[in-house]
């Protein structure tokens, strides 16, 4: 009998090239759920800017209502405020490097992002506009608190949000 031992053709030599392989893949595998992972991290200054605009936003519209011109506030201040910020999110993930795809996870994300950051937010916001209500608060400190809360609640969800990442990033490493 003879054996062939000029290419390794043997059960030993073909499972070696088997496991680089699959250890390459799995290296591939953690690269791309890393870059994911990163590319969802939202900058450190987007949660107190967001929360600054929609805080100031709240007051502004509440000053505008009251002087009965609340056409310029619906037409010109609210879509304004959302291209600025939609601008600022863009302009922060193209200066990282980093542009999501359009595709059905990205929506996925996105209504995730709803959940567990503007809706806490939002009944935060109720809650302390109701309280001041109840308490006897004019119409300008119910405001004035709800957007304060609403401001914070929405830099403390974008936190969060960041350092739920961030620990799955350590995991991964």
């Not at 070696?16 to 791309?32: F, H, K, M, W, Y």
């Not at 999501?100 to 959940?115: H, N, V």
């Not at 400190?141 to 990033?169: E, K, P, Q, S, Y």
């Amino acid at each position: 009998m003879e054996q062939n031992t000029a290419g390794g053709g043997g059960p030993r030599g073909a499972s070696l090239p088997v496991d680089v392989a699959t250890s390459a893949l799995r290296g591939i595998e953690c690269a791309q759920a890393r870059a994911r992972l990163q590319a969802r991290l939202v900058p450190d200054w987007y949660g107190p800017l967001s929360g600054a605009v929609i805080a100031i936003y709240c007051v502004a519209a509440q000053r505008l209502l009251e002087a009965d011109k609340i056409l310029v506030q619906q037409w010109v201040v609210w879509p304004l405020a959302m291209l600025v910020a939609l601008a600022l999110r863009r302009a922060s993930k193209r200066s990282r490097g980093v542009i999501q795809s359009r595709s059905a996870l990205s929506g996925t994300e996105r209504g995730k992002m709803i959940r567990t950051v503007l809706a806490p937010a939002v009944a935060a916001a109720c809650l302390v506009g109701l309280a001041c209500w109840a308490a006897g608060g004019g119409t300008h400190v119910t405001v004035v608190a709800m957007a304060v809360v609403l401001g914070l609640g929405i830099w403390a969800g974008f936190a969060r949000h960041n350092t739920v990442i961030r620990r799955r990033l350590h995991e991964l490493a």
